[in-house]
């Protein structure tokens, strides 16, 4: 639809989190000119079984099995389709890829698997001190210069400024 509105411009996308993962998984993304993806998980079973564990302490991994059988039958989708490091290295746009550097729900090493896993170009961009989705917040004008840098660098046309699109969970 973006494309419609703004016929030969460059789009951007912007996604966090969950968001970050409908990016990497929407048919659309061939479409893109580039790819902003903050505090994005490998894997959706890493993902539940770490939220599970934050919030119900070591009984948390033993449930998540539980959660996941019921994806299927209530979503329509299966967990092992839900696996942006499965996907990631078919996008074919420079990808920046944000993290906080104290993020409990992402680890940086499933962060530096998803950078691993993407095709060239591709940056990993890690905010020191900041947590799962307050990198903005924790240091704006770094990650304005950073993100708005790559942006601008890979959206820039003659005709215009660039087009965005943002998607948050």
């Known amino acids: ?64 099995p539980l959660l996941l059988m019921q994806f299927e039958p209530r979503l329509g989708v299966r967990p092992d389709q ?11 746009v420079p990808i920046l890829l944000v993290h906080g550097g104290e993020d409990r729900h992402t680890t940086l090493s499933e962060v530096r698997r998803l950078y691993d896993a993407a095709r060239e170009p591709k940056t990993l961009y890690v905010v020191e001190g900041a ?21 601008l660098s890979h959206l820039r046309t003659l005709s215009a400024a660039p087009t965005l699109l943002s998607m948050r969970d």
């Not at 912007?14 to 061939?30: C, D, I, P, R």
């Not at 505090?39 to 998540?64: D, F, K, M, N, Q």
């Not at 839900?82 to 074919?92: K, Y």
């Open 131 to 151: 947590a799962h989705v307050d990198l903005h917040a924790h240091a704006t004008a770094q990650y304005e210069a950073r993100v708005g840098a790559f942006l």
């Open 1 to 64: 639809r973006l494309a419609q509105l703004a016929p030969g411009e460059r789009i951007g996308v912007m996604g966090t989190s969950l968001g970050a993962a409908a990016a990497v998984f929407a048919e659309s993304k061939s479409r893109y000119s580039a790819m902003v993806l903050e505090s994005l998980y490998p894997t959706i079973e890493e993902a539940v079984e770490v939220r599970l564990r934050l919030h119900l302490g070591s009984l948390g991994p033993l449930l998540a």
């Open 82 to 92: 839900l696996r942006p490091i499965e996907r990631i290295g078919e996008i074919t």
